[in-house]
């Protein structure tokens, strides 16, 4: 069966640091990019970061720029975001997600079931 | 930055009814789309990518069209199932990145 399983989520103080983990299995995780994709309680969703499947290629969404940083461990199947300096507002389930392309487009096919963080004093 | 705008925000219809949801870009991103479908407690399902191809497994009744800047998802018959929150996704090749819309929620009328 396909899937990826987040943990690491949890109360954190302002400014302080958490690390997530995605766990995958049922796939070939090495030939995949991957990405985290956050939701607040009771809003959207967004866009956090993406990693290549052999870490050539990282991206950031604005909001985390300089803060955040993603790695995988393909050996493992993992995939991992480190969150340093946390907000507030970066309170939210975190999802990791596998991203699917084709010739037909991209997007993301698979889904953990995601893990809360919550930054609060 | 582009921006996704959903419409509307909430949409009550009847079960075995049609409902059309909309989907506009700020700027051109050609038939980069993707709907997504969540229930409470649930990660999102993928439903349609590059903007009209179905997803494994999705039924029929769920369609997609549009590209450039109008997207539009269509479920052709209502399900109890179906009722759920929407979310459109637009990927940038360069620099690339994802956004999403703020979610269509479909209700029972």
């Known amino acids: 069966e396909v899937q990826l399983v987040e943990s690491g989520g949890g109360l954190v103080k302002p400014g302080g640091s958490l690390r997530l983990s995605c766990a995958a299995s049922g796939f070939t995780f090495n030939t995949y990019s991957m990405n985290w994709v956050r939701q607040p309680p009771g809003k959207g969703l967004e866009w956090v970061s993406s990693i290549s499947s052999s870490s050539t290629y990282i991206y950031f969404a604005d909001s985390v720029k300089g803060r955040f940083t993603i790695s995988r461990d393909n050996a493992k199947n993992s995939l991992h975001l480190q969150m340093n300096s946390l907000r507030a507002e970066d309170t939210a389930v975190y999802y990791c997600?596998?991203?699917?392309?084709?010739?037909?487009?991209?997007?993301?096919?698979?889904w953990g079931q995601g893990t809360m963080v919550t930054v609060s004093s | 930055e582009i921006v996704m705008t959903q419409s509307p925000a909430t949409l009550s219809v009847s079960p075995g009814e049609r409902a059309t949801l909309s989907c506009r870009a700020s700027q051109s991103v050609n038939s980069n789309l993707a709907w997504y479908q969540q229930k409470p407690g649930q990660p999102p399902r993928l439903l349609i990518y590059g903007a009209s191809t179905r997803a494994t497994g999705i039924p029929a009744r769920f369609s997609g069209t549009g590209s450039g800047t109008e997207f539009t998802l269509t479920i052709s018959s209502l399900q109890s199932e179906d009722f759920a929150v929407y979310y459109c996704q637009q990927y940038n090749n360069w620099p690339p990145m994802y956004t999403f819309g703020q979610g269509t929620k479909l209700e029972i009328k």
């Open positions: 997600a596998r991203e699917y392309s084709s010739s037909s487009g991209k997007a993301f096919d698979i």
